[in-house]
């Protein structure tokens, strides 16, 4: 109803047709609908016509005609086609001709040097500087011949401006920089020789310059119309930024005689001031030109031309009061434009050229009115020659005032110079000023029109870029080149001109030194002469007939094919009358309306002076009368900025060391929390308070810090040195004859105390005050007095003291010597290599070898305790004067049966040592006590009666059962069996120097697998013991002496039988590295085919940046930044989004039992995610350095160039000061989230390293979170698109769903609560739980499973390896205390009141997931290697393969080697438990297990070697070992791998493939690991390892 309503009140108030168009929003609507139906039938086309310009009218009607007082429309007062601000739909056939970015149209073919749009240069055409000066230098203050003003001068450049703009520059940029000549007065006055002014090329059309058929064109910014442009803006909106829409008014700023200042959305031009370097948009005003600031005196006719409008609006408001402000304004503008049309035409044009133009005949639509780069050219050039070094300003009065001339002095006229671009010019500021200035430019004769260009613009033209001047010439030079404007030749031959055929028939004006150094410069050849040199050296007075041919040509078309041009009647903008009216119109009137002066002070025709008219000027002006131009300045952009630049360089470098303090700090605090917990577990062990001790400092000599400690003197004669701890720390026992030496310091505070100690270092005491040292002088005088020993007392000042102390550096110094030359004496070393002094130095020697050992000496050097009964028994044994200290020589002569006795001679010592009553006989107490001694060093792993049955045993087999005591015969026939190893015992003594010596031996101690007992393993030289003998298919060994033969231990291995055949070194390598790739061969190919994807996605950006993108000129800014940082980018954003396939454990588990493990190494899904992550941060670095880089080159690049790398941030608005580093690094989007980024990955790396991770399990925990902040802000980096269309997505999204649906799957199990049945506390820090197994949780051996306990006030998982085997009821784990989590863990698993399991906190499970070890089935022959709390895995083996072979399951294994590595075997005994079990219901002989002991090394032979003997006679006898208590073999040391291996090629010659599975610490995997590359050098069985650290 509405709209019906609506349409009938159109009717009565439309006019009649033909219906105009209305001025909504663009206007020419109608011109446009017309245009595109002006091929259709006439009725037709009419009929049409007539309904979509009704609606078009109804449209305007309803969206914009105005409300009377009651709310009711007006009727519509534009009758008339409202003129587009854009240019468009003027021409209804070609729509675009003369719109805002068409291109410009060539009178002249392209003149470009591959005819395309490659400009042509040096050295084919003179240097553009050089070039300047040769034409246009000469003196200033020459006036016009025909007396054109200042005015008319300016007035054309602002035509110019409303017509054509070409000065915006091009995308992607091309330069085509002027190198100015070496010494030029201006640019080059140091002489450098490397000044080169940039120039950047135009905008150009991108639909041009494809082929010399189609060349480039350059594209006009604005309206190629005379339309007021440069009033109004060449779009509709810049026009509404102008409007004040008020009144049809255009906007005014606080003064109303000028428009508001230059706002953002006008993208005014608003390059820095060249004179002051002034910057910002304050004290520019708008305009409809772009660049209507770039002069004060081009400014003040955008001023006139803005007052006039608004007079105009304000005479049409007064007499047409109900028009409303569109109405107002669209008729103001028609006025206005049709004024400014008739004076540049018929006034301007004519004192121009001197010439009229033609009689305007009417519209001609066919006629191409484009602008074309040859007006461009000629306009501005010819305009260039009459511009004067300064501007007069005179009052109506005639006159002619001094301008201020910055502060200092006055000036009689503005100077050109230091006027560009001037900011709140005092002169300028206020509306009476620009009066003044635009009488002064109507009284004021130009320069001459020649040739002479003033300094002004030759030599100090607003520059660009960094540079604040440039040559104006030059400048245009260069556009005419980058134009593809012709030569002068081919100009005159296109218009049909006569071309000169000397350089002489130029000009005959012309001077001839000027036509000379002219035609130098174009080696004589007047053909290569180009278009604007030509121009300007053939005028004179006028221009000459090629500029005024080109002018006049452009106006004329201008005129007559424009369809909205003031005089076509048939556009219906004005009447005749009004058309007479607008004819009669002048600038001066113009300017007596807008300045309110008489007429009578202006010229009838402003353009020109003519004697007898107002206001004369002074005189010409010369650059002598006006001040100095203000000189050249070159720009730093980045100044100031290096240090902040480096600085945030150096900060981002350094948060991963930010991160690696923190983690650091972590780390200690965990520590902390980690032994305050180990401390709460030894409660119990309560400390022995000292109530009788001294507290003293003892300083242990120079660069050392003083410690605290404490000291008791003892009833026994004893001196003891207590710690803070109260542990004890030396024992100085004071035996008669001994003197006590004292000596006191007799400065410093007397706090300090020297105690001599024969035959040991000297203990140095400080005391907190001189009465403590008393104290404690007086408990030692009275000690001595009561043990019978005297006390020497003395004094000397402190430096003197610590000089005479003997520190324990030095005793430490004087042993080494004591050793060295004791071992040369029993291994007759050279005396050099035993470290025999120089001569000057004999005295040390000497004094070293007549030192003794104290028995904490020789106990430290045997790396044992003195309170040890071994040390005991042994010193008491070599100190034969018994006077508590070894000398050289008693030490000598033990030291000598060990490393060259017979067994008869060490086993003759041992007796000795251990008669302890020295009868002559060892009694079973006493062989019982020296066992003792020997378990000493494996922490008494035996019980008291475990050592009595060995005692006993070892009685009853030597047929000595019925003796109380033996005799030495007796003793050395119970070792009748391992003279060997007797032979083979060494005394191993730190700080010898012959620590490798003994090495060799140690492998001699284990036993080997092998079909035949012939050959050992042992080096050259050494014999394994004939007690071991084979393990599988060997022949019994009668026992010596006659007895009877028993079941021969097994031996573990030994090398082939067969010769091997010895292969090169070449030849070892290669077969390794073949079974390498082997091995791996599935990891190889995984990582290559990941390696290839990256390296070809980097590859492709990198080369779709540097060739193939859309020209944008980023490559040509920065080729090695954007190749980095796109190519780089493009593989991080797969790395990061395929990395998570690596955490999707449930999808890993499932498709390792498909036919995919055997392409895809799933197992090695962790290793696979460090390795990506480890090559992603390196790309991340990469990645940041690129963009270092970028951000560098950023910050020193112009504006311009910006704006087309980034046009959807930047806009080239001539400021030319580009963004400081900081907003690239934290002021967008992607810098700030690329720092985030890096602060992320910082923390996750770091967090995530094995270092860290073992010391702060749930710091890695929380920070491997940040995953999703990580993701985040990737999404986010990688959106705001400032180089490219945001593609991480691509990348993300498949791998993001299913690592969700991952998740979704684990979130699921994690829900459900677990209860635990069992949880027992084991030695060693092991927590077994049993807990319930949920329904339907199927798994494997080997497998494991995440555990999460919230009773412990966190939600972490945990990794642990299932010890239960798949066919038992319930799930069991065995978890070893060594953080704080598990200690945590094993306190609340602490056994409850009540024998009541429900009061166990609950578990959270997650699992099972598969990993490498659970293939041991797979192999014929498998072996197990566990270390430490590592065994956890194979305990679910041992138990599922013996489970299985019970029930006679078919398998592919046939034989299992299980290996496991521990300090003592009470560590782990639950595994023994296992092992028993596997052993009772192994009845196939399925398994070989070997335990080997470590914590039993050779700190002192004799011990491990009687150990040993021990541990052989136990399995011999009892079938079972000493101290495992289980069948398998007991080893003492760690296993060498590398024999054992070969020992397996001979046991299973047949099987090619031999599985290896090691869990445990990093050492032994890799030990582990080192073997079997070695064994694989051979042609043999192939060993494939798996392993596990933790």
């Not at 609507?29 to 009725?43: A, K, Q, W």
């Not at 105009?312 to 103001?332: S, T």
Request: overall charge neutral; some cysteine.
């Amino acid at each position: 109803m509405l709209l019906t309503a609506s349409l009938q009140k159109w009717k009565q108030l439309a006019p009649p047709l033909p219906i105009p168009a209305v001025g909504v929003g663009d206007a020419g609507l109608v011109g446009s609908v017309s245009s595109r139906n002006s091929s259709l039938p006439p009725g037709l086309g009419v009929s049409m016509f007539h309904i979509r310009s009704g609606a078009l009218v109804l449209l305007g009607f309803l969206l914009s005609g105005p409300l009377d007082a009651a709310g009711n429309r007006d009727t519509l007062s534009l009758s008339w086609e409202v003129q587009r601000y854009d240019g468009w739909f003027n021409n209804l056939r070609h729509h675009e001709l003369g719109a805002a970015g068409s291109r410009l149209q060539r009178l002249v073919p392209a003149n470009y040097a591959d005819g395309v749009y490659q400009a042509l240069g040096e050295p084919l055409l003179p240097n553009p500087r050089r070039l300047s000066c040769a034409v246009t230098r000469g003196t200033a203050g020459q006036r016009s011949l025909r007396n054109r003003t200042v005015l008319g001068v300016f007035f054309g450049y602002h035509v110019l401006s409303d017509l054509v703009s070409v000065e915006r520059p091009g995308c992607p940029a091309e330069f085509l920089n002027i190198h100015i000549p070496p010494g030029d007065p201006v640019f080059d006055p140091e002489k450098r020789g490397d000044v080169v002014l940039p120039f950047q090329r135009s905008r150009w059309d991108p639909k041009t310059g494809q082929s010399p058929s189609n060349p480039r064109d350059l594209t006009n910014e604005v309206t190629g119309w005379l339309d007021g442009s440069a009033i109004y803006g060449s779009s509709h909106s810049w026009s509404d930024a102008l409007r004040s829409f008020s009144g049809g008014q255009l906007a005014p700023g606080t003064d109303p005689d000028f428009p508001r200042e230059a706002q953002e959305p006008l993208l005014m031009w608003s390059p820095p001031d060249p004179a002051t370097g002034q910057r910002g948009s304050r004290g520019l005003y708008a305009f409809g030109a772009e660049r209507g600031n770039r002069e004060p005196f081009l400014r003040a006719l955008g001023l006139l031309w803005f007052r006039y409008h608004n007079l105009c609006a304000r005479r049409l408001a007064r007499e047409h009061p109900r028009w409303g402000d569109e109405e107002l304004f669209q008729h103001a503008r028609k006025r206005v434009i049709a004024t400014y049309q008739n004076i540049a035409m018929y006034e301007w044009l004519p004192s121009f050229l001197q010439k009229t133009p033609p009689k305007y005949a009417g519209y001609r639509p066919f006629l191409d009115p484009s602008i074309s780069p040859e007006f461009l050219a000629a306009s501005e050039q010819f305009f260039s020659t009459m511009v004067p070094p300064g501007v007069y300003m005179r009052n109506a009065s005639c006159h002619f005032q001094k301008v201020p001339n910055g502060g200092v002095g006055s000036s009689p006229a503005l100077r050109v110079c230091n006027s560009y671009w001037t900011r709140e010019s005092p002169s300028l500021s206020s509306a009476q000023a620009v009066n003044q200035l635009l009488l002064g430019m109507a009284s004021q004769i130009s320069e001459m029109e020649d040739n002479i260009v003033v300094e002004d613009l030759r030599d100090y033209w607003p520059g660009p870029g960094k540079f604040s001047r440039t040559d104006f010439v030059a400048s245009s030079i260069q556009r005419g080149r980058d134009m593809g404007l012709p030569s002068y030749s081919q100009a005159l031959l296109a218009l049909g001109l006569e071309i000169p055929k000397n350089w002489s028939d130029l000009n005959p004006n012309l001077d001839l030194q000027v036509l000379g150094n002219t035609s130098a410069l174009y080696n004589q050849d007047l053909s290569r002469l180009e278009l604007l040199p030509g121009g300007l050296l053939e005028s004179h007075g006028d221009p000459g007939p090629l500029f005024s041919a080109i002018v006049l040509n452009q106006f004329v078309r201008l005129r007559d094919g424009d369809r909205y041009w003031f005089e076509n009647t048939r556009n219906g903008l004005f009447s005749e009358e009004e058309i007479v009216e607008i004819r009669n119109t002048t600038l001066r009137d113009v300017l007596v309306a807008v300045t309110n002066v008489d007429p009578s002070v202006l010229q009838p025709n402003v353009f020109v002076w003519h004697a007898g008219a107002p206001c004369p000027q002074p005189g010409q002006l010369r650059t002598e009368d006006l001040p100095r131009c203000a000189p050249l300045t070159v720009s730093d952009y980045f100044e100031g900025s290096g240090p902040g630049f480096g600085l945030t360089v150096v900060a981002l470098c350094c948060l991963p060391l930010v991160s690696l303090l923190v983690s650091g700090i972590v780390a200690h605090f965990r520590g902390q929390e980690r032994k305050k917990l180990q401390k709460k577990g030894r409660e119990s062990v309560k400390k022995v308070v000292v109530t009788d001790g001294i507290p003293a400092m003892e300083w242990p000599g120079p660069r050392e810090k003083s410690y605290p400690i404490t000291i008791q003197l003892l009833p026994d004669r004893r001196l003891q040195v207590l710690d803070r701890h109260l542990s004890l720390l030396r024992t100085v026992q004071l035996r008669p004859p001994h003197h006590v030496s004292l000596i006191l310091s007799s400065n410093r505070r007397r706090r300090t105390l020297l105690l001599k100690i024969p035959k040991e270092y000297d203990l140095v005491l400080q005391f907190n005050s001189e009465e403590e040292r008393e104290t404690f002088v007086q408990h030692l005088q009275g000690s001595c007095v009561h043990w019978a020993l005297g006390l020497d007392v003395s004094e000397m000042r402190e430096k003197e003291l610590w000089g005479n102390a003997v520190t324990k550096q030095q005793r430490g110094r004087i042993l080494e010597i004591f050793f060295r030359h004791l071992f040369a004496q029993v291994l007759d070393i050279d005396q050099v290599d035993a470290g025999t002094l120089p001569k000057d130095s004999s005295q040390k020697v000497r004094e070293a070898l007549t030192n003794e050992l104290s028995r904490a000496e020789f106990a430290e050097s045997l790396g044992l305790k003195p309170q040890d009964m071994f040390v005991e028994s042994m010193f008491s044994l070599a100190d034969k004067d018994g006077n508590g200290y070894l000398s050289f020589r008693e030490f000598l002569d033990i030291l000598v049966v060990f490393m060259k006795g017979s067994p008869e001679d060490k086993s003759h010592l041992m007796f000795t040592m251990y008669d302890l009553d020295a009868n002559g006989f060892l009694s079973k107490d006493e062989f019982f006590t020296m066992m003792r001694s020997f378990i000493e060093i494996s922490n008494n792993c035996l019980s008291k009666e475990q050592l009595a049955e060995v005692v006993e045993s070892m009685f009853r087999e030597s047929g000595f059962q019925d003796k109380e005591e033996l005799t030495w015969e007796d003793f050395h026939f119970m070792l009748r069996d391992h003279d060997s190893e007797l032979r083979r015992t060494q005394l191993c003594v730190k700080g010898g120097g012959a620590g490798d010596i003994f090495k060799q031996n140690i492998k001699c101690r284990v036993s080997f697998i092998t079909p035949s007992p012939e050959k050992t393993s042992c080096p050259k030289g050494l014999v394994l013991p004939a007690s071991e003998a084979p393990e599988l298919g060997s022949i019994g060994l009668k026992k010596r002496f006659g007895k009877k033969v028993v079941v021969p231990p097994p031996r573990l291995y030994t090398e082939a039988l067969q010769e091997k055949m010895q292969r090169g070194f070449l030849a070892q390598k290669l077969q390794q590295y073949k079974r390498f790739v082997e091995n791996y061969l599935r990891h190889i190919l995984c990582i290559m085919i990941f390696s290839a994807i990256c390296a070809g996605l980097f590859v492709e950006r990198a080369y779709y940046y540097a060739f193939a993108s859309p020209s944008s000129g980023i490559a040509e800014t920065t080729f090695v930044g954007i190749i980095l940082s796109r190519g780089t980018a493009a593989s991080i954003s797969f790395m990061f989004s395929y990395i998570l396939l690596t955490m999707c454990r449930n999808l890993i588990t499932f498709l390792r039992e498909t036919f995919l493990n055997r392409y895809v190494p799933f197992d090695a899904a962790v290793d696979f995610h460090r390795w990506i992550a480890m090559a992603a941060v390196v790309l991340a670095i990469l990645h940041s350095a690129g963009h270092v880089v970028n951000v560098y080159i950023f910050s020193v690049s112009p504006l311009s160039l910006l704006a087309c790398i980034f046009p959807n941030v930047f806009v080239n608005d001539g400021s030319q000061l580009p963004q400081k580093f900081y907003w690239w690094f934290f002021q967008t989007v992607p810098g700030l989230t690329g720092v985030l980024l890096l602060l992320v990955l910082a923390i996750m790396y770091v967090f995530a390293s094995h270092h860290f991770r073992r010391r702060s399990f749930r710091g890695f925990w929380l920070t491997h979170h940040l995953y999703v902040l990580l993701y985040i802000l990737l999404i986010i980096h990688g959106s705001f698109a400032l180089i490219q269309l945001p593609r991480f997505h691509i990348y993300f999204l498949v791998p993001a769903l299913i690592y969700g649906g991952d998740k979704l799957v684990s979130l699921s199990r994690k829900k459900v609560e677990i209860g635990v049945v069992k949880a027992e506390l084991l030695p060693s820090g092991v927590t077994h739980l049993q807990f319930q197994r949920p329904q339907g949780f199927e798994y494997k051996s080997g497998q494991w499973v995440r555990i999460a306990c919230l009773a412990l006030g966190t939600n972490e998982y945990h990794p642990f390896t299932l010890t239960s085997a798949p066919h038992e009821d319930t799930l069991s784990l065995h978890i070893r205390a060594v953080g704080p989590w598990t200690t945590r863990l094993r306190e609340i698993y602490s056994p409850p009141t009540g024998d009541n399991c429900a009061g166990y906190p609950k578990l959270y499970l997650d699992g099972p997931f598969g990993e490498g070890h659970q293939e041991w089935h797979k192999f014929e022959v498998s072996v197990l290697v566990g270390g430490g709390i590592g065994v956890t895995p194979f305990a679910s083996i041992l138990k599922d393969l013996v489970f299985k072979s019970s029930l006679g399951s078919q398998m592919l294994c046939k034989k299992i080697y299980f290996i496991w590595v521990t300090r003592t075997q009470r560590q782990f005994e639950w595994l023994a438990d296992i092992i028993r079990e596997v052993e009772e219901n192994d009845h196939r002989n399925l398994v070989s297990v070997h335990i080997y002991i470590t914590q039993l090394a050779e700190k002192f032979d004799l011990r491990t070697t009687m150990l040993y003997i021990c541990e052989r006679h136990f399995q011999k006898v009892l079938n079972r070992s000493l101290f495992t208590g289980l069948r398998s073999i007991t080893h003492f040391g760690r296993p060498p791998f590398e024999p054992f291996f070969n020992s397996l090629q001979e046991v299973h010659p047949q099987v090619r493939k031999i599985g290896v599975f090691s869990c445990g610490p990093p050492g032994m995997t890799k030990n582990v690991e080192k073997a079997c590359q070695l064994i694989n050098q051979q042609d043999q069985a192939h060993f494939m390892h798996h392993y596990e650290n933790f």
